[in-house]
């Protein structure tokens, strides 16, 4: 009966919600004025800086959320209540105290809990806060996961952040202390691109569509509620005093190479020509038909083009039998296909490793061949470095257990690069909404192929099969030991992951 009357419980109205967008006339902003002449000296192309560093990654937004005149728009999974996530909104409330409009739009799935937050949020006169496919309020969100699992389970992946639409930031990274090297156990390696020109403009157009779109919903909407003066109050006051608490990690932020590159005027982009491949948010919608999966297709097309070369970097990789099949198919083409992804002990997802490792045996006999990450961060990323003649205090910033790597990459023939949201996995091309950027420039390119060919086996076991067993092939350390046993566990866990395999759940993981 539970279960019946919840699936009978409907989101209210959205009456009342005002539809809005990106202003066009920015050109005379600080921003528009600091980069227009050289989009000018650029015609059809967009500039890129792209951002692999995460103290790097959190500077060019602080930077640009201080330099923003008119509007900023945040479009993202989730933003943490931690360090990095307290002082981006922080940020953004300093923003809107002197005048500029905010929009945040946030999927809703990291959100149960935060109503009273995300009203006080909102009712701030300059800061309008959506929440993109919400859980109805008053249900408890097991029952509707039960009664409504098909729509529930499909949830807004986009990572976008832009201001005053002169410049936007996309890839892979989340707000959370582990994206931003602020996480003194785990850290995500990750990548995002910073662009100026006429992607910023595409981008914006794609933040619109998904913050008009019916199942984006404000707080006062979705729980029928107007916050109280006090409350706005009390929680402006909260952001904006506690702006980068971690005074080390402030300073650590402060003397990262953006921060000095944008003081000195010295940005150095890359001119390239790109496209914006996005989801529409109607992906999300019941009626949803194949030709809303719009990223997988562009994807898929692009796979399609590459003559000799594919280097993956893909946190989450669940190739399935469709994925295994046509990666197969372009190794018989004759093309040379690489995945770099997470091991069984970087993963933070135990049971995605549980569904890509079914396919591991089937990818090696084809020809594919699979690279799976070591253990520490210090390993993985090897570029988080704090010159200790400037910030002794961030010491622990360097040294930092646990990696993961959660940047979601494509290069193609190495001078194709995508970035963005996407997985390569059922969840992205079928149940998420996802954006990217693809990046035609032989120059990015070769800096991603040589990158890897200079990295990969430093950082990565490098998997073989022999007599249909996988081995482990750890070169680290300048000579090959083979390791017959996944790296790092115990039987007790690979027996639990292969049993997990076994359960038929690959597309929702």
């Not at 009273?116 to 800061?127: E, F, S, Y």
């Not at 992804?341 to 890509?356: L, W």
């Not at 091309?429 to 420039?441: F, K, L, P």
């Not at 790092?488 to 690959?506: D, E, H, Y």
Request: aromatic fraction near 10%.
């Amino acid at each position: 009966m539970a279960i019946f009357l919840s699936a009978c419980v409907t989101l209210p109205s959205r009456d009342g919600q005002i539809v809005t967008s990106a202003p066009t006339n920015t050109d005379s902003t600080y921003l528009g004025k600091k980069f227009s002449s050289i989009v000018r000296l650029h015609p059809q192309q967009s500039g890129f800086i792209i951002l692999s560093d995460g103290l790097d990654a959190f500077a060019a937004r602080a930077s640009m959320i201080k330099l923003a005149e008119k509007t900023i728009d945040v479009q993202y999974y989730f933003i943490r209540q931690d360090l990095a996530g307290t002082a981006f909104m922080g940020l953004l409330t300093e923003a809107a105290n002197r005048g500029v409009r905010v929009r945040i739009l946030l999927d809703d799935h990291y959100l149960q809990g935060q109503d009273q937050k995300l009203l006080a949020v909102d009712g701030h006169p300059n800061i309008e806060l959506r929440a993109f496919n919400p859980f109805r309020r008053g249900t408890p969100r097991f029952l509707q996961f039960i009664s409504n699992f098909s729509d529930i389970s499909r949830r807004m992946h986009n990572k976008s952040f832009t201001v005053d639409n002169q410049v936007t930031i996309i890839g892979g990274r989340n707000i959370g202390d582990e994206y931003f090297a602020a996480n003194e156990k785990i850290e995500f390696g990750d990548l995002d691109v910073m662009s100026i020109g006429p992607l910023v403009r595409r981008v914006s157009r794609s933040f619109d569509d998904y913050w008009n779109n019916p199942l984006a919903y404000t707080p006062s909407v979705l729980l029928k509620r107007v916050p109280t003066v006090g409350e706005v109050r009390s929680r402006s006051e909260a952001l904006t005093n506690t702006l980068l608490q971690d005074d080390g990690y402030g300073r650590a932020v402060s003397n990262s190479s953006f921060i000095e590159a944008i003081e000195n005027d010295s940005l150095e982009f890359i001119w390239a020509n790109s496209t914006l491949i996005a989801d529409s948010p109607d992906k999300l919608s019941s009626s949803r038909s194949r030709e809303d999966l719009h990223l997988q297709q562009e994807l898929d097309d692009l796979f399609a083009r590459a003559e000799s070369e594919i280097i993956i970097y893909s946190p989450y990789f669940i190739p399935g039998k469709d994925g295994t099949q046509g990666l197969a198919a372009l190794v018989k083409k004759g093309v040379n296909v690489k995945i770099f992804t997470n091991s069984a002990v970087s993963n933070n997802v135990g049971m995605v490793h549980a569904h890509y490792s079914k396919y591991r045996k089937k990818l090696l006999k084809a020809g594919v061949e699979l690279f799976e990450v070591r253990q520490t961060t210090a390993d993985v990323t090897n570029n988080i470095t704090v010159d200790s003649a400037k910030d002794n205090s961030h010491k622990k910033i360097k040294n930092i257990g646990l990696a993961t790597v959660h940047a979601k990459s494509f290069v193609i023939d190495r001078k194709i690069v995508f970035i963005g949201s996407f997985n390569f996995d059922a969840r992205s091309s079928i149940e998420n909404t996802e954006i990217g950027v693809v990046i035609e420039s032989e120059v990015t390119g070769q800096q991603f192929g040589d990158w890897f060919d200079d990295n990969i086996d430093r950082i990565a076991y490098r998997l073989s099969l022999r007599n249909n067993v996988i081995s482990w092939l750890d070169k680290s350390s300048g000579r090959t030991v083979a390791l017959t046993k996944e790296p790092n566990t115990n039987w007790w866990g690979r027996s639990k992951s292969k049993v997990i395999g076994w359960l038929p759940i690959g597309r929702f993981l």
